[in-house]
């Protein structure tokens, strides 16, 4: 419940009433939230481990420590993953990656209850959550995600859900059925 209640603070959006899907664990399937409030656009990306670097254990050998680094580059390269039409004039603001093999200290006490309470899960499965934000000039017409089947073929489904100004839906995005339309 926190996470929407962050998500809502920071697009600004008091109705966002999106029924918070249960994130169940399920390798293939991903979970995408994406708010669209007058300039700020936010996607908010909840993927299994095993979708975008193909293990879900920590990271042991040299070679798939090299391989968690050049995934969170990836992830990183929102224009890479996430194509937004040219004329929204979209800005990327910030990309900001939770990676389940990081080992700061997280500043926020719940969380660390949180990390504790989901240790032994933590030992067969992880996730990642990756929350872009966007500043946009003009009004956003749809976002296609086939760059992000590109980059990790482990993806099989997308769930999608979305909310503007004027509307909220969801969509199923596959690899072949790669775009959400905001104006349909
Ligand atoms: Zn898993």
Not at 13 to 32: D, I, K, M, R, Y
Not at 40 to 59: K, M, Q, R, S, Y
Request: aromatic letters at 8%; glycine letters at 2%.
């Amino acid at each position: 419940m926190n996470k929407i209640v962050i998500f809502t603070t920071l697009i600004g959006v008091s109705t966002f009433t999106l029924a918070q899907a249960e994130s169940a664990h399920q390798h293939g399937v991903a979970n995408v939230n994406i708010a669209i409030s007058k300039q700020a656009l936010v996607i908010e990306l909840d993927t299994p481990a095993d979708n975008v670097l193909g293990f879900e254990h920590e990271p042991r050998t040299e070679q798939q420590k090299q391989h968690l680094s050049d995934t969170l580059l990836l992830l990183n390269r929102a224009d890479s993953l996430f194509n937004i039409p040219s004329s929204a004039e979209c800005k990327v603001q910030q990309v900001k990656i939770e990676n389940p093999f990081a080992h700061e200290e997280h500043a926020e006490d719940e969380h660390d209850e949180h990390a504790k309470n989901t240790h032994e899960e933590h030992e067969t499965h992880s996730d990642f959550e990756i929350l872009y934000t966007y500043d946009c000039q003009h009004q956003l017409s749809n976002i296609n995600m086939a760059g992000l089947f590109k980059h990790f073929p482990n993806f099989i489904t997308l769930k999608v859900q979305w909310v503007n100004e004027n509307k909220q839906s969801a969509k199923t995005v596959t690899k072949k059925d790669n775009q959400v339309n905001f104006n349909e």
